[in-house]
C-alpha cells in the first residue's frame, strides 16, 4: 500500500479517537463519514491558509461573487477528487473494510441554492479556484434551505429541509467575525457648515451576520479559495426579565425574529410580511458582505481611490443589488466622499449577470416597503435615478418615452423601485448566460438602456464544470477520454475539442457494453 494511503488511514483513526471520542465497536457509520471529511478538511486547511497568504502578500486584487444562492452539491467527492486524493482515500478506508462510495452517499445535499442560479454560482467558484484567481463567493447560510420533497398519497409535501441535523463539518464557524446589520429607522439631515449636510441613520433595530467559510479548492494547483455564508445572530439572545416574570415566549422573542432572516431559502411572499422578509435577506447579507470587503481593503489603503482597482464585485441576478445603494451610503454618508467621486467608484466596483428575459419576472420593490425596512437606502436610490434621468434627457432630448423607460422608479400610486435598472445604471457591465440571452437582453428586455450604454451589455455563456458533471459523473468515461486525448482537458474544457477527429469513431462493442452495464449496476 503506498505510503500516504498509510497516513490517511492514520488520519481516520486520530479523528475517530481525538475528534469524535469513537472507537472501532461504538463509531457509527456517520462517525466513519465524519471522521474522513475532518482529514479531508486537513488536506484542505493548508492549502487554505497559504493560498489566503499569498494573496495578501501581494495585495491582489480580488473577485467577489455575491449570489443568494450556492448549490454546491455534495461536497466530499469534489474535493477529494479536486485534491487529487480519490485513491488514497479509497485504500485507507479499504483496509477498514469501508466502501468509500458508501460514505459518499451519507452526505446531505447543502441547502444552500434551488436551481440554475446557484448552480451557476457553484461552477463559477470552482473555475475560478481553478484558475487561480483570487476569489470569495458570498450569500447566506441558510439553516433549512427551501424544502425537502416527500410524496404522501400520490401528492408532493413540503417538509423543511433540514440539512445540517447532523452538524456540517466542512464549515469554519467564525463567531469573531460578526458585523451589525441596521433596518427601520429615520434619517436626519446633520448641517455640517458651508452649505454641507450629511445623511445620519438612526434610531435602527440591528441584527449580527457571523461568517462561516467554507474552502473552494481548486483543480490540483494547492489553491483554495473561500466561499463566505452569513447567519443571522440576535444581539441579545434572551431577556431574563421577561423569562423571570413567565413570559417565556417573550423571553426568546428578539433571537427568534432576528434569526428568521437566515432560515429559510426564498420565503413566501404572498404577505407584507414575506416581502419583507426577503428584502431584509438581500441586505443582510449585501451589509454584512461589503462590510468585509471593505474591512479586508483597508488593511492595504487608507482612501478609496484604488477601491475599483482592488475589488471587483458580481452581482449575481438582483438579488445583491441593494449594494449598488449600500456602497453609496457608505461612502457619502460614513466616509464623507463627494457623490460624484462615490458613484465614480460604485459603477467601476459592480458588474451585474442577468438570468431573465421576461420583463414580468424582473424583481422591483414597493417604494413604500423599501422606505421602510430601508429609509436611507430609498433616499439615495431616489438621487440616483433623479441624476440619471437628467443625463437620459440631455442624451435624448427629444426622446421622453426613453426617459421613462430608464426611469428606477416608477409609477404614480404604489411606485415601484427596478432592481435590474439600478443594476444596469450602477454597473459598468451587463451580462447575460447565453449569446441568445445577452442578445435579447440589447433588443427585447433593455433596448432603451443599451441605447444609453451601447458598449456596457456583454456575453459571458453560462458553462458548467466539467469536473463534477463529468469527471465525478462518469470516472469511467473520462478515463476513456484521457486516454484518447490526454489529460489536459481536467484543467481546460477546450481541451475537448481534441476528440472532434473521433467524433466518426464508433465504440467498440464490447467496451460499449461493458461502460453501459456498469453505468446500469451503478444506478
Not at 9 to 26: G, M, N, P, R, V
Request: aromatic content about 12%; proline content about 4%; glycine content about 6%.
Amino acid at each position: 500500500m503506498p505510503r500516504s494511503s498509510i497516513v490517511f488511514q492514520e488520519s481516520l483513526l486520530e479523528h475517530l479517537t481525538f475528534s469524535l471520542a469513537k472507537d472501532a465497536y461504538s463509531a457509527t457509520q456517520r462517525d466513519k463519514f465524519d471522521a474522513v471529511v475532518l482529514s479531508v478538511r486537513d488536506q484542505l486547511s493548508e492549502r487554505w491558509i497559504k493560498t489566503q497568504q499569498k494573496y495578501y502578500q501581494v495585495n491582489a486584487k480580488r473577485v467577489y461573487y455575491m449570489s443568494l444562492e450556492f448549490l454546491l452539491g455534495r461536497l466530499l467527492n469534489s474535493y477529494v477528487n479536486n485534491l487529487g486524493l480519490m485513491g488514497q482515500y479509497a485504500q485507507a478506508l479499504d483496509i477498514f473494510g469501508l466502501s468509500y462510495q458508501d460514505l459518499v452517499e451519507l452526505e446531505f445535499d447543502a441547502g444552500l441554492g434551488n436551481g440554475g442560479l446557484g448552480r451557476l454560482a457553484a461552477c463559477y467558484l470552482d473555475s475560478l479556484a481553478t484558475l487561480e484567481y483570487p476569489a470569495y463567493g458570498y450569500g447566506i447560510r441558510y439553516e433549512f434551505g427551501i424544502f425537502a420533497q416527500k410524496i404522501k398519497d400520490g401528492y408532493q409535501v413540503e417538509i423543511p429541509d433540514n440539512w445540517l441535523r447532523y452538524t456540517n463539518r466542512w464549515e469554519f464557524p467564525h463567531a469573531e467575525i460578526l458585523y451589525p446589520v441596521r433596518f427601520y429607522g429615520k434619517v436626519d439631515a446633520i448641517n455640517c457648515g458651508s452649505g454641507r449636510h450629511r445623511m445620519l441613520w438612526t434610531d435602527t433595530e440591528e441584527v449580527m451576520a457571523m461568517a462561516y467559510d467554507y474552502p473552494v479548492p481548486g483543480y490540483r494547483n494547492g489553491i483554495v479559495n473561500t466561499l463566505r455564508l452569513w447567519s443571522a445572530k440576535a444581539t441579545r439572545e434572551f431577556n431574563l426579565s421577561y423569562f423571570n416574570s413567565g413570559d417565556y415566549m417573550k423571553a426568546m422573542e428578539d433571537k427568534n425574529q432576528s434569526e428568521n432572516i437566515s432560515k429559510v431559502l426564498y420565503p413566501d411572499d404572498h404577505t407584507t410580511a414575506g416581502k419583507e422578509l426577503r428584502l431584509k435577506q438581500q441586505y443582510f447579507f449585501v451589509s454584512a458582505t461589503l462590510r468585509d470587503i471593505i474591512r479586508r481593503y483597508r488593511k492595504f489603503h487608507r482612501s478609496y481611490a484604488e477601491f475599483p482597482n482592488k475589488v471587483a464585485i458580481q452581482l449575481n441576478d438582483t438579488h445583491p443589488t441593494i449594494a449598488i445603494a449600500e456602497l453609496m451610503h457608505v461612502l457619502v454618508d460614513q466616509e464623507g466622499i463627494s457623490w460624484e467621486e462615490s458613484w465614480d467608484i460604485t459603477r467601476n466596483t459592480f458588474a451585474y449577470t442577468n438570468h431573465t428575459v421576461l420583463p414580468e419576472a424582473l424583481e422591483t420593490w414597493s417604494e413604500g416597503l423599501l422606505g421602510n425596512l430601508l429609509p436611507r437606502h430609498l433616499q439615495i436610490i431616489q438621487e440616483i435615478d433623479r441624476r440619471f434621468q437628467i443625463e437620459v434627457g440631455m442624451q435624448f432630448p427629444d426622446n421622453p418615452h426613453r426617459i421613462a423607460q430608464t426611469a428606477i422608479i416608477t409609477g404614480d400610486g404604489d411606485r415601484r423601485v427596478h432592481m435590474a435598472r439600478l443594476a444596469i445604471v450602477g454597473s459598468h457591465a451587463v451580462n447575460g448566460v447565453s449569446a441568445l440571452h445577452s442578445d435579447l437582453l440589447k433588443t427585447n428586455v433593455f433596448p432603451d438602456f443599451h441605447a444609453v450604454f451601447p458598449d456596457r451589455f456583454t456575453n459571458v455563456t453560462n458553462g458548467i464544470t466539467h469536473r463534477r458533471w463529468l469527471i465525478e459523473a462518469n470516472p469511467r468515461l473520462s478515463a476513456l477520454v484521457t486516454e484518447a486525448i490526454g489529460d489536459r482537458w481536467m484543467y481546460d474544457l477546450a481541451e475537448l475539442r481534441a476528440l472532434e477527429p473521433f467524433a466518426d469513431d464508433s465504440v467498440p462493442p464490447a467496451l460499449h457494453a461493458r461502460l453501459s452495464g456498469e453505468a446500469h449496476a451503478r444506478i
